[in-house]
């Protein structure tokens, strides 16, 4: 069992920035592709960014590319989301999830079934 703890969400201004944290307990983590999600109010949830366990593939949704960087710390069994140049429509509860995976496998994903495991969420809220 794997279990996954967000942090860092929070109150921000348009224009501002914060940095998301997934801690990830249980198997060994560099073996979990990890993605970073969010879900808006009447919303589908949708994937914001993704990494492959080894770093070398990142994905990012075409709305936050250039403003959000996803990466990852596996002695700290954590991902991270820095987020900058925040805007109201930024404004969800933000999910980390995790795909357990092969070392031969370098890839991402981006489909809310291709994950395993998922954290419990925290709330980002931009305000204009």
């Known amino acids: 069992q794997v279990q996954l703890v967000e942090s860092g969400g929070g109150l921000v201004q348009a224009g501002g920035s914060l940095r998301l944290s997934c801690t990830a307990s249980g198997r060994a983590f560099s073996s979990y592709v990890m993605g970073w999600f969010r879900q808006a109010p009447g919303k589908e949830r949708q994937i914001v960014a993704a990494i492959s366990w080894s770093a070398s593939s990142t994905y990012y949704a075409d709305i936050v590319k250039g403003r959000f960087t996803i990466s990852r710390d596996n002695a700290k069994n954590t991902v991270y989301l820095q987020m900058n140049n925040l805007n109201a429509e930024d404004t969800a509860v933000y999910y980390c999830?995790?795909?357990?995976?092969?070392?031969?496998?370098?890839?991402?994903?981006?489909?809310?079934?291709?994950?395993?495991?998922w954290g419990q969420g925290t709330q980002v809220t931009v305000s204009s």
């Open positions: 999830a995790v795909r357990d995976t092969y070392y031969s496998d370098h890839s991402y994903y981006t489909g809310t079934g291709e994950y395993d495991y």
